[in-house]
């Protein structure tokens, strides 16, 4: 099994972010949250480079016309590498937008990564073979999540974790945010059945928040190519 870490988060538009990283071990690790100024600029970053060059984290959103939401994710996700001095880089992975999303995200300093094969599971897989940072964060671009709020995700990952999982029932979801649907009986009952039968300790088996060691994930060799890329993540990081 990979060494998995969890974070509690609220969906969506909040800073809110509650650390409880839990290890293979069992052992409960120390909270690597540290809180982050969320207030956002439109402002193009330049994320500061490491002494060496390297990259340390890449923020991956798949794309299919977000052109109403894309700016705001970007420029979240650049206020939190240039705010906390992480070395970073923004990678929009395009899935065949028709609604100029590519341009504003160019616009606005993230990079490119156009993907001809469709599907979300396409995408994401086309950006995170771009991407050049140790760790990957991945998170859709309809800013559902908060890009600015990504230190405890980042700091279970230096503290060893491989896998590290949003939790968008243990961090509260505002209203309105998520469907009373899939809130209490489709979410509820596919994380269920993945603990069931995969004995995964997660709690939101299909949140779309998600941190990772890069070298660990390619390992995993993840096949498909839908929105069930999400899942086969979460259980063969269990598995493995």
């Known amino acids: 099994m990979a060494e998995c870490a969890y974070v509690n988060i609220r969906k969506a538009y909040s800073t809110e972010c509650e650390s409880s990283a839990i290890y293979r071990d069992g052992d409960p690790s120390p909270s690597p949250f540290r809180e982050i100024d ?5 402002e193009v970053y330049e994320p500061p480079a490491a002494s060496d060059g390297s990259i340390e ?42 609604d100029g999303s590519q341009a504003i995200a160019e616009h606005f300093g993230a990079r490119v990564v156009p993907i ?5 599971g396409s995408a994401l897989m086309g950006g995170i073979l771009a991407s050049r940072g140790r760790y ?6 309809d800013d559902s999540y908060d890009f600015s709020s990504l230190g405890a995700f980042v700091g279970a990952l230096r503290d060893g974790a491989e896998l590290v999982m949003g ?7 505002a209203p309105g945010a998520m469907p009373i649907h899939h809130r209490y009986l ?17 709690k939101d088996f299909h949140c ?20 069930e890329f999400a899942s086969e993540m979460v259980v063969k990081a269990t598995l493995h």
């Not at 779309?208 to 929105?227: N, P, V, W, Y």
């Open 136 to 141: 990957v964060v991945m998170g859709d671009a």
């Open 167 to 173: 939790n968008r029932f243990a961090g509260g979801i």
């Open 38 to 42: 969320s207030s956002m600029s439109l």
């Open 57 to 98: 984290l890449s923020i991956v959103m798949p794309c299919l016309n977000e052109a109403e939401t894309l700016a705001v994710c970007i420029g979240k996700a650049q206020d939190f590498l240039a705010q906390s001095g992480i070395s970073g880089e923004v990678i929009i992975a395009d899935n065949g937008s028709t």
């Open 186 to 202: 489709g979410n509820p009952v596919l994380s269920g059945l993945g603990n069931l039968f995969f004995r995964s300790p997660s």
């Open 208 to 227: 779309g928040l998600r941190a990772f060691d890069k070298t660990s994930i390619l390992a995993l060799h993840l096949q498909t190519s839908g929105m």
């Open 116 to 120: 001809e094969q469709k599907g979300y």
